[in-house]
């Protein structure tokens, strides 16, 4: 075979291997262009969104602030006319006049300040195509746009991962190309055997002194949240040793790393789970959670955490509350860690108006199954609970929402101090009953503009409402979601899990008996380099020759490699 030949042929081999990886290479690239683009095209939304809340708010800001100028100019006429009713008026009543002229001219400069902002963010937002005077339907198209835009997001994400992972099998395979032509004509020496040998003894060690360094790490965190970890001496204590041990046992029995089991002890201990008893028990109900609403376990914990704190409860009937929001999973079309985020910001005003967390999460879930995300789902309760609750001291635009649904403020307001899941359902049926024209418009004085839609949407959903507080309240909830985790564990990626966590939890114990031995080995490498280093600096030309000579015989290596494996590709082609 000519030179020519030969080296045609090894041309073509290269195209062959490398031609699919370019061609993923370039597909990758178009597609992260379109996820840019995707994101680009959501933050843009999202400031939309961002200008249309911030607007409502100003309109409410100087609507309150136009009350009180409005409020305050009126008391300033009255105190002249009693002022000029009397012949000789009292140092008071000129003090009085002073200060309410003063407080008169604040708000009146506020009130012109907000209407400043508002006319910018009005402008600002005409120019991104938003009329403020249809905000509503921009709202709802913007909505849409988010959604649509989300979903590309996701779409072109998911795209993007396959693509890299058809990549990495590439060049795992580009790989296995390569080692399978060297390994073809290596001429295996005493040096290289003796180095393989070596190895492939040591990587057992190498993998357990791994896995202990990271199980320490783990255990230094959780320690620094742990009460009683260390004794008067700086070692761990028994209690926390054998609380150790029960991490590592339900690792082996619940499909969780032993690494974040230690993580979710972390979190809960770091909001204020105390006593290995309760920090086990919340532990095991944390790791449930975390495999059947798949979050990361440390934040899963501290949200179960604060959740438990806010609501009063108590860790062993911490299984409820993960059963209740995993029911509601199951059986709605809201996610657990949203039902998570909405009890968490709606937890102050709930539990004030004496909501449980069983009725709390089914507003959120229910909210969320109508489409409203987490942060919509959980300010608009919030509202309905204010609104409701105060309902004696608001303003006369609320009070006409009342008549419009023929209920009572006081009545309204003394029922939300004893049933507030009941008293709102009863407002959202007189809402239901009005005729459509009237339902938003009553809403909307009820609840404000910002949250008035939202309201009649969920009076016209009453029945949803209704099934997913049944659901929240229901008794097959009770124990669902060890069932649903009983069920996981079935599964093989399941059973390898815990069988990994076994593995782990061997090698980590093994090496953390031989700590002080590696201690000594490494402190003895560390002696040995320092004394190279103080070698060298006392003998330079030495030195300098030594490292010109490997440097050589480097160079003559790379040389023969390259002619050995110019030998092996005609010798490999002569064959083909």
């Given at each position: ?161 396959r693509q890299n992972k058809t990549q ?131 934040e899963i914990a501290m949200d179960m ?272």
């Amino acid at each position: 075979m000519s030179d020519k030949l030969k080296l045609e042929v090894l041309l073509s081999l290269v195209n062959k291997v490398t031609a699919p990886m370019k061609a993923i290479t370039r597909e990758s690239s178009t597609t992260a262009k379109a996820l840019k683009a995707a994101r680009d095209r959501l933050r843009e939304l999202e400031q939309q969104q961002g200008q249309m809340t911030a607007f409502r708010n100003l309109a409410r800001d100087a609507k309150i602030t136009e009350n009180q100028l409005a409020s305050t100019q009126s008391s300033i006429a009255r105190l002249i006319q009693e002022i000029q009713a009397t012949n000789t008026p009292s140092k008071a009543m000129v003090k009085e006049l002073e200060n309410l002229k003063r407080k008169g001219s604040d708000l009146k400069d506020s009130y012109n300040e907000i209407i400043q902002k508002q006319q910018a963010l009005r402008t600002s937002m005409a120019e991104n195509g938003v009329s403020t005077a249809d905000l509503n339907r921009h709202q709802q198209s913007l909505k849409s746009d988010m959604a649509a835009a989300t979903a590309e997001v996701e779409k072109q994400t998911q795209a993007l991962q396959r693509q890299n992972k058809t990549q990495q099998a590439m060049r795992a395979a580009r790989a296995e190309y390569d080692r399978g032509i060297e390994m073809r004509n290596r001429i295996a020496g005493a040096g290289a055997t003796t180095l393989a040998a070596g190895v492939a003894m040591g990587a057992p060690l190498i993998k357990g002194v791994r896995d202990f360094a990271t199980l320490e790490d783990a255990r230094i965190g959780l320690a620094k949240q742990f009460d009683g970890a260390y004794d008067a001496n700086e070692r761990l204590t028994r209690q926390f040793l054998d609380f150790e041990k029960v991490l590592m046992s339900m690792a082996e029995r619940l499909p969780l790393t032993t690494v974040e089991m230690y993580a979710l002890a972390e979190g809960a201990a770091r909001m204020g789970v105390k006593g290995s008893a309760d920090l086990a028990r919340f532990t095991e109900q944390a790791a449930i959670m975390q495999a059947a609403f798949d979050l990361p376990a440390s934040e899963i914990a501290m949200d179960m955490g604060k959740i438990a704190d806010l609501y009063k409860i108590p860790i062993k009937e911490i299984r409820e509350l993960g059963d209740t929001i995993n029911w509601l999973d199951d059986n709605a079309q809201s996610q657990g860690g949203d039902i998570i985020k909405v009890l968490q910001r709606i937890a102050g005003i709930a539990t004030t108006a004496g909501m449980n967390f069983r009725d709390a999460a089914a507003f959120g879930s229910t909210f969320l199954s109508l489409g409203a995300t987490e942060e919509t789902a959980a300010t608009a309760t919030n509202a309905m609970i204010r609104e409701l609750g105060v309902a004696r001291m608001q303003s006369k635009r609320f009070q006409e929402g009342m008549g419009m649904v023929g209920l009572d403020s006081n009545i309204i307001q003394s029922s939300m101090a004893k049933d507030s899941t009941g008293t709102i359902i009863k407002v959202l049926e007189a809402l239901k009953t009005l005729p459509k024209d009237q339902q938003l418009e009553a809403a909307t004085r009820l609840f404000g503009k910002e949250y008035g839609d939202d309201a009649s949407k969920l009076a016209q959903n009453i029945g949803e409402l209704r099934r997913q507080l049944k659901l929240a309240n229901d008794e097959e909830a009770r124990g669902s979601m060890l069932r649903e985790s009983q069920r996981r564990n079935q599964g093989l990626s399941s059973q390898w899990e815990m069988t990994k966590n076994a593995l782990f939890n061997t090698d980590s114990s093994l090496s953390e008996n031989l700590k002080p031995a590696l201690i000594d080995i490494m402190t003895t490498i560390r002696e040995v380099t320092v004394a190279v280093r103080d070698w060298t600096a006392e003998h330079p030309v030495l030195t300098a020759y030594l490292v010109k000579g490997t440097a050589a015989l480097a160079i003559l290596t790379i040389g023969l490699g390259a002619l050995m494996l110019a030998i092996a590709a005609s010798w490999g082609h002569c064959c083909c």
